[in-house]
């Protein structure tokens, strides 16, 4: 079981990227996903959430509006579009995976068992 999180880079404050989700050793359609982001000398947040089938979506503060989760269960990935990105964005980027999120916790790390390794993303102001 491999989440494996890619699309992190170095780009201008204003600028998107994507950010993609995949698993391996299993299907992700009976999961619940979420992003988490972890910036030098903070906590790991939370920054998005979505259901197994998609239907429900989560944001926190800070990035709605501007970012979109996504899934493709027919991919077996996810993906987290990233518009408007700030300096603040700025953190390693992880994917996480759990068969049952109680909604309330869906931003806690806690919350999932399977982690990808983590992508970088740097927002230069």
């Known amino acids: 079981v491999q989440l494996q999180a890619s699309g992190g880079g170095l780009v201008q404050a204003g600028e998107s990227l994507r950010l993609s989700c995949v698993a391996s050793?299993?299907?992700?359609?009976?999961?619940?996903i979420g992003w988490f982001r972890q910036a030098p000398g903070k906590e790991r947040e939370g920054v998005s959430c979505?259901?197994?089938?998609?239907?429900?979506?989560y944001y926190t503060d800070s990035v709605k509006g501007r970012f979109a989760i996504s899934r493709d269960n027919a991919k077996n990935t996810v993906y987290l579009q990233m518009n408007s990105l700030k300096a603040e964005d700025t953190a390693v980027y992880y994917c996480?995976?759990?068969?049952?999120?109680?909604?309330?916790?869906?931003?806690?790390?806690?919350?999932?068992?399977?982690w990808g390794q983590g992508t970088l993303v740097t927002v230069s102001s």
């Open positions: 996480a995976a759990d068969r049952q999120v109680i909604m309330s916790s869906y931003f806690s790390a806690d919350s999932y068992d399977y």
């Open positions: 050793g299993f299907s992700l359609d009976s999961y619940t």
């Open positions: 979505i259901s197994h089938s998609g239907g429900s979506t």
